[in-house]
């Protein structure tokens, strides 16, 4: 592993950069993208990659340019967007944790979302932006709840993922129950969300996850020395002048809130944040959370699971669908490298 390392600076901002990481990052960016292109090309009504570009610039004709920037482009933009907001949420919980299983779907803030958006669905009879509100909700008051009840002298990072677990499994029953009680029309509506799916995305959608990177991604810079810290151990991260507890908190509460809007925005998603920092570790073969890798393989694996699910596989999936089979393939894939050398995830 080489350790070369650059330092960017601007003002007074510093940031330091691992050739292979750049390298990897990018690769993965123009993959997506490329796919990206693939899926506003592709469809019932095929657009020559040319008539793409063009559409996308405004100089296409109206019925081109309509089926591109209209019906195809909110859908891709969603999936490289909350990609890459699952990819970055997983990485600050797997570095917090320091546990490949910290993530948003085992902590239960994933499932926290989906309760929210549940009772709104099903008990107000809500839907649309009512439904995404219920969702972001959610996973706000599940992750107080798993703090507040780890929290002992400080939110220990195996306190916040057993405590996780046990309040996952809690709200799992209950929207069961919440399915179960409910009128035919009204469960099959909340199976579908509940899948997880950028099929009917629009620009609204686009805005909003567009929205909570912008404003959520210069805190993350700015915390993301301590977080490197962190990742080390509390110990280590006082010893160099960190305050523990709190850029604890502020990361985890900007990882619970791209977590929170990529779940309203698409449902929940299952595994995209707990894959996409792991592998992204292991292609830069850095140290640390790699939240610029993360970001990049999330929006990668959101946006091909996307394409394997409209045209590889001969039915027209959620994408949801296809992330739950390729991350259970991964977690065994996981599980079995971790027992062979000896180690325990929780």
């Not at 099903?122 to 969702?135: E, N, T």
């Not at 009128?183 to 997880?196: F, N, S, T, V």
């Not at 449902?267 to 592998?279: H, S």
């Not at 045209?311 to 669908?321: E, I, K």
Request: with cysteine.
């Amino acid at each position: 592993m080489s350790a070369r390392r650059a330092t960017v600076r601007v003002g007074g901002w510093s940031l330091r950069l691992r050739p292979r990481t750049v390298a990897v990052s990018s690769l993965l960016v123009l993959a997506a993208l490329a796919i990206a292109v693939v899926n506003l090309s592709t469809g019932d009504f095929p657009v020559p990659f040319g008539e793409v570009v063009r559409s996308l610039l405004g100089t296409a004709s109206d019925g081109t340019g309509y089926v591109v920037r209209e019906l195809r482009l909110p859908r891709v933009a969603v999936a490289m967007l909350v990609g890459a907001a699952l990819g970055i949420s997983g990485a600050i919980f797997q570095s917090l944790t320091r546990n490949p299983l910290g993530s948003p779907d085992f902590i239960g803030l994933t499932v926290g979302a989906a309760t929210g958006g549940l009772v709104v669905m099903l008990l107000l009879g809500g839907s649309g932006l009512s439904v995404a509100a219920g969702a972001l909700v959610g996973c706000l008051v599940t992750f107080a709840v798993i703090y507040l009840l780890a929290f002992r002298r400080g939110a220990q990072p195996v306190r916040l993922v057993l405590m996780g677990i046990g309040v996952s499994t809690m709200l799992v029953a209950f929207d069961t129950l919440l399915i179960v009680r409910a009128k035919l029309e009204g469960a099959m509506q909340a199976h579908r969300w509940l899948i997880g799916s950028v099929n009917s995305s629009t620009m609204l959608e686009v805005a909003l996850i567009g929205g909570a990177l912008v404003v959520l991604l210069p805190p993350l810079v700015r915390y993301g020395r301590e977080l490197e810290m962190l990742s080390l151990g509390d110990e280590a991260a006082v010893a160099h002048g960190v305050r523990a507890e709190r850029s604890r908190l502020v990361l985890a509460v900007i990882s619970v809130a791209l977590a929170a809007v990529a779940t309203a925005v698409a449902g929940p998603i299952a595994f995209v944040a707990l894959a996409a920092p792991q592998l992204a570790s292991r292609l830069t073969r850095a140290p640390g959370a790699n939240i610029g890798a993360a970001a990049a393989m999330g929006a990668f694996l959101l946006t091909a699971s996307d394409w394997i699910g409209r045209r590889v596989l001969p039915l027209d999936l959620p994408v949801g669908v296809v992330t739950a089979a390729l991350g259970g393939l991964y977690l065994t894939w996981l599980l079995a490298g971790e027992w062979r050398r000896g180690r325990q995830l929780v």
